[in-house]
């Protein structure tokens, strides 16, 4: 998990290591200053006797230490700030490239990668986890150093200036390493329940905003506020409670700083008054206890469990952050079952398409095959429709085309090439594809229809929009062609997005196109419009289109009747008509009252309203 973490920080090695340099050195002249101090309250304490002053030169003395006290306090503030600096650049630097790293993993994934992950945990990891991440990986290279080194030199000071009396500093951690450990064992299993709780939280945040409209059509508010209200309780609670257990930092630091305090407080004037009543003077014994050596004893004493206290504050961030590394490592872990071969084809000659013997399930695990035993060929240029019930696996089908899953048996060929034989880009570039619920983005409608084609001119955009029956109602637009898509399309109707879409796919000129019931949303007049550019504009590029109604297939060379997962019939519109009852029945039940129908679509589009508004 470290290796894989330590693979972002890349470009912020540099500060991540001035930090620790600048720390060490910070903590150094922190140790040192009040060494200095004892050995000035020790000095005026020689120099002064029955309150006169015998030394003549203890002035002197007093602006030297205190000059040495002023230079290193100076030095030590510049550590501090220089490494507080590079601790900012790096941590903040870190997590953007985490960030980064994350997205792109997420990029590279095929359908099947991302099918083990919800869009509301991927959010969480990319977000809450970084910040976690990023808090504590600002400790590691700041406190992290500066915490034990603090530690390590104030147990080497207090030794040297109170001698046995800094064992009492010793005494006092094995029980507080006891009251940290028992934290890390009962909190970790509440942070790595309390972030599931997290995606589950975001999830309900995500569908409302997403679902808003039907939420207010449908009156849903007061449920969805429940549902909400149950989400955010839920992570509130387990929060609580680890929060409660983390909570026994303070109490037990507190505990210890007052009793060494104390401790060393009443030891050490026993020491000097009983030094003092035998006449032991410094002279005599160098070692011996003096009120500034007792001072500067209570200082190291200070930072000996102010550090312990920083390090619990680690401890607990740390604890918190292990969780969300995991999760982060789960996806920068996560390997595309999808790649290009190497010696790949770049070049796909046409559009044929051939699925020979084709067996497909999502999962290695799954009981059943969702397409079973498929064979069927497509000539280029051939428009194919392709009928079936819900859940007949039609999506299925057409997303092997373009390689947006692997065939768990048989091959599925495009251009006379098994299609695990292309550079995955360079098929896709070649395999425009339009669903139902096709996405818009923010931006303007050209910045939309120029995912198809970055570099295409206003005039392919033009062109490609009047094939897709979408030019019209872009011109009623003040701004036309720059007029700006709300994010997700919100500020056009159903229709008009599906030909938006329809336009961004042509735009790519491919080999291959595929509509996923993308016209569901257009009028039938509008749709036959749309069909009928297609065989004139684009007559060398194969046509597949998926579609619930028959008269979006019924000029198709074929058509193919899918069920359950299976090809049951394959043939024009008249002989399924003839031969094939399922067709028949379709058709049938569309069509009775299909006068009245077409009148409709035709006064519609007489009046110039939206067919989806």
Not at 328 to 351: K, R
Request: charged letters at 20%.
């Amino acid at each position: 998990m470290i290796k894989t973490l330590a693979k972002s920080i890349r470009e912020y090695k540099l500060p991540s290591i001035l930090s620790p340099l600048f720390v060490s050195g910070e903590v150094v002249l922190e140790c040192l200053i009040p060494f200095i101090i004892a050995r000035l309250v020790d000095t005026i304490e020689q120099s002064v006797k029955d309150g006169v002053v015998v030394d003549q030169n203890l002035l002197g003395k007093i602006l030297i230490f205190g000059a040495i006290l002023i230079g290193m306090s100076l030095l030590s503030l510049a550590c501090g700030a220089l490494a507080g600096m590079f601790c900012a650049k790096a941590a903040s630097g870190y997590a953007k490239n985490l960030r980064k790293d994350l997205y792109y993993k997420v990029q590279e994934f095929s359908f099947e990668n991302i099918d083990k992950f919800s869009t509301p945990s991927l959010v969480t990891r990319m977000t809450t986890d970084v910040n976690n991440v990023q808090f504590a990986y600002m400790m590691i290279i700041r406190t992290a150093i500066r915490s034990p080194m603090m530690m390590v030199f104030s147990f080497i000071m207090a030794f040297a200036m109170g001698g046995n009396l800094a064992w009492i500093f010793v005494a006092v951690v094995p029980p507080l390493a006891a009251v940290l450990f028992f934290i890390m064992w009962k909190a970790m299993p509440l942070f790595h329940r309390v972030f599931k709780k997290y995606d589950n939280l975001n999830e309900s945040i995500q569908e409302n905003v997403k679902g808003i409209r039907v939420v207010k059509s449908y009156v849903r508010e007061e449920h969805e506020k429940e549902k909400f209200d149950r989400a955010a309780t839920d992570v509130q609670i387990d929060f609580t409670k680890a929060e409660r257990i983390l909570a026994w930092n303070n109490p037990a630091m507190q505990l210890c700083f007052y009793g060494v305090l104390s401790s060393i407080l009443f030891i050490g004037s026993y020491l000097i008054l009983k030094a003092a009543n035998v006449d032991l003077i410094l002279a005599a014994d160098p070692n011996a206890l003096t009120v500034g050596k007792v001072s500067q004893l209570i200082v190291y004493g200070m930072q000996i469990l102010m550090s312990l206290m920083m390090f619990s504050m680690i401890f607990a961030m740390v604890t918190m952050s292990i969780e969300s590394a995991r999760r982060i490592c789960e996806v920068l872990q996560e390997e595309p079952t999808l790649h290009s071969p190497e010696n790949a084809i770049h070049e796909v000659a046409d559009g044929s398409i051939d699925f020979c013997d084709v067996s497909f399930k999502y999962s290695a695990t799954a009981e059943r095959n969702v397409l079973e035993d498929i064979e069927l060929h497509i000539q280029s240029g051939e428009t194919i429709g392709i009928i079936g019930g819900t859940g007949s696996s039609k999506t299925s089908l057409v997303n092997l085309i373009s390689r947006l899953y692997d065939v768990t048996k048989g091959r599925v060929k495009v251009g006379g090439h098994d299609v695990r034989e292309y550079d995955l880009e360079s098929l896709r570039n070649q395999v425009a594809v339009v669903l139902q619920k096709n996405e818009l983005f923010s931006g303007t409608i050209k910045d939309n229809l120029r995912w198809g084609n970055p570099d295409a001119t206003d005039e392919e955009l033009v062109e490609a929009c009047k094939l897709a029956q979408a030019d019209e109602f872009i011109q009623s637009f003040p701004d036309k062609y720059d007029t700006r898509i709300e994010q997700g399309g919100t500020n056009v109707s159903g229709g008009q997005k599906q030909r938006l879409c329809i336009a961004r796919a042509l735009l790519k000129k491919p080999k291959i196109l595929i509509l996923d019931d993308s016209t569901s949303a257009v009028d039938t007049h509008t749709d036959a419009l749309i069909r009928k550019a297609f065989r004139e504009y684009i007559p060398s590029t194969t046509k597949i289109i998926i579609a619930q109604r028959t008269s979006s297939v019924e000029d198709a060379d074929r058509i193919v009747i899918m069920e359950a997962g299976r090809i049951v019939a394959v043939g024009t519109h008249d002989e399924l008509l003839y031969h094939n009852p399922i067709y028949t029945e379709v058709y049938t039940t569309q069509n009775k009252g299909g006068k009245a129908i077409s009148s409709l679509d035709q006064m519609n589009e007489e009046k110039g309203g939206d067919d989806n508004g």
